[in-house]
């Protein structure tokens, strides 16, 4: 039987134009400045909480570690604006604020936490059930399984070196098949961003979705943010116009544009999938009634 043109799936003309219908019917566009704002908001108490949790953990070099590999993976134009200020709160122990740091970050990160939750809500044509008290607790363990993913990271980047080292000193002849975290600076990088990206969609949603149904919006983001962030190193160094509009505040309102722009993109995923979804749902439905109809 000859596959009827509807039954092939959506072109990708179909597929942008639906998508981004639905982007700004969910109102994505004030919920993308939202997370925005939250996002640069929570970073120093995020940067602060993670230090401590370093110094409590006996290591005060982990967050330092890893902030630094971070830095050098982010567009240098952006966040060279930044990075004085990152130092100065890396560089002052912290051990003894753990509990305050931890509830500001909390408090602050909360609403950007939900504003991304409520984006892919919408995206996902899903209504929100869980209780208050659930969403919170939900949020409290976002902000701490963050900051311990990225303090084991950054033990990673610490222990490989010197396990490269041994290895060259023990076994010179494989000398050449090793590669140095510097060689493997962007594909960590990449691979860290589709990881974060990956469990925002499959764990903010008021839905349980499998890897399948939001990888296509995954990897849509990531390859998106990629793009985005070349690009707007280019524009940051031959057309930046922030700096004759908000001269000393250059950098964190260019910092919080592109965040809003990548915020637009991380719904515009989740909008993705669900015109996918819906499709593959019609195509399911059309031929169960072509069966019936046999």
Known sequence: MTAKPEDQGPTIAQLVRESFYRLFADEAIPLAGNIAFRTVFSVFPFLIFLTALAGFFGNDNLAEGVVTFLLSVAPARLVEPLVPEIRSILTVPRSGLLSISALITIWSAM???????????????????????????????????????LLVFALLIVFAPIMIQL????????????????????????????????????????????????????????????????????????????????????????????????????????????????????????????????
């Open 111 to 149: 609403g950007g936490v939900d504003s991304v939750r409520v984006g892919l809500n919408r995206a996902y044509d899903i209504r929100e059930t869980r209780s208050v008290w659930w969403l919170y607790f939900q949020n409290v363990l976002f902000v701490i399984g963050s900051a311990i993913f």
């Open 167 to 294: 290895a060259e000193t023990y076994a010179p002849a494989l000398k050449g098949h090793f590669v140095t975290i510097e060689q493997l600076r962007y594909p960590i990088g990449i691979t860290l961003l589709t990881l974060g990206v990956l469990f925002c969609h499959r764990v903010l949603p008021a839905k349980s979705l499998n890897v399948l149904e939001v990888l296509p919006g995954v990897v849509i983001t990531v390859v998106a943010w990629v793009v985005m962030s070349s690009a707007f190193s280019i524009y940051l160094v031959n057309f930046n116009t922030f700096a004759s509009t908000y001269a000393s505040l250059s950098g964190v309102f260019a910092a919080m544009f592109f965040v809003y722009l990548a915020a637009l993109v991380l719904i515009l995923g989740g909008e993705v999938n669900r015109v996918l979804e819906v499709r593959r749902i019609m195509r399911m439905q059309r031929f169960k009634g072509e069966d019936a109809d046999v």
